[in-house]
């Protein structure tokens, strides 16, 4: 079952490089057929299978040798092995899907931020929606909200309002350090963007899941992003660092440190 995760993973990537794309630029991710960036041809089926394309191109366009974005087998083999992880961590499950589907969710805003500074209200919001959605078919950990509700009440009620208030108050939460930041400094902090995106985050993992990935996403942007800073020569108070790119490798560290625990 993991091969045809991974195979199933390929696919889903390369529809995610689609919307990696034409999402920032407010195209359908439908039509056109996807064409080269440079010449504006369409790309033939038997150059666009996901990896092996690229490999067989060299990197190149056909027809205009003009590059190819390493970005697209990237995302593509990332989706796949993450496809793959899922189902031998969890199974043929809902867990599972819901893994996966968290997964490719992650995989386009982290390449979406990176490369455009954007966090599309597709995967943001509607991924908010979909996290939600699943706190009722799949138990959220018990947590905060358990108290303030009757012990009556259907367990599936109990999950969803996990989701909800840990969306709500997470992203509350960055909304608020937001605009103390704006209003002390006098200028932007943190994107709308990564508000909602901690809001999708929430929705899937849940509040502990929220914390971690909020701690691991500050420590890879503190890190990395400050140390690329650094060595690049940038001024710190211009440059945009990706933090949608932090958070989601930080959320990816939430899913796995989940998963060591419930394992012993």
């Known amino acids: 079952m993991e091969a045809i995760a991974?195979?199933?993973g390929l696919l889903i990537g390369s529809f995610l490089n689609v919307c990696v794309f034409r999402l920032p630029r407010d195209l359908s991710v439908v039509r056109p057929r996807s064409f080269c960036?440079?010449?504006?041809?369409?790309?033939?089926?038997?150059?666009?299978i996901p990896v092996l394309s690229f490999l067989l191109l060299r990197g190149r366009c056909r027809y205009c040798q003009a590059r190819i974005s390493?970005?697209?087998p990237v995302v593509e083999l990332v989706t796949a092995i993450a496809f793959a992880l899922c189902v031998a961590a969890f199974g043929v499950t809902l867990l599972a899907l819901k893994q996966t589907v968290?997964?490719?969710i992650l995989i386009a805003l982290i390449a979406t931020d990176f490369e455009e500074r954007i966090l599309p209200d597709e995967f943001t919001l509607g991924g908010t929606a979909v996290g939600l959605?699943?706190?009722?078919?799949i138990p959220m950990e018990p947590g905060l909200v358990t108290f303030f509700?009757?012990?009556s009440l259907n367990p599936r009620w109990f999950s969803l309002s996990e989701s909800v208030f840990a969306a709500v108050f997470f992203s509350g939460l960055f909304w608020l350090a937001s605009w103390i930041y704006e209003k002390v400094r006098h200028r932007e902090g943190m994107g709308f963007g990564d508000v909602k995106m901690i809001a999708m985050v929430g929705a899937f993992l849940g509040i502990s899941g929220a914390e971690i990935t909020l701690l691991a996403g500050?420590?890879?942007g503190v890190v990395v992003g400050g140390g690329y800073i650094l060595i690049a020569g940038k001024k710190a108070a211009d440059y945009e660092l990706p933090y949608g790119s932090f958070l989601g490798v930080g959320?990816?560290?939430a899913v796995v440190l989940e998963y060591l625990q419930h394992r012993h």
């Open 6 to 8: 991974f195979l199933f």
């Open 37 to 48: 960036l440079e010449c504006e041809k369409t790309i033939a089926w038997y150059d666009n």
């Open 70 to 72: 390493v970005r697209y």
């Open 102 to 104: 968290f997964s490719a």
């Open 133 to 137: 959605l699943f706190s009722l078919f």
């Open 149 to 151: 509700l009757p012990r």
């Open 218 to 220: 500050g420590v890879l």
């Open 251 to 253: 959320a990816f560290i």
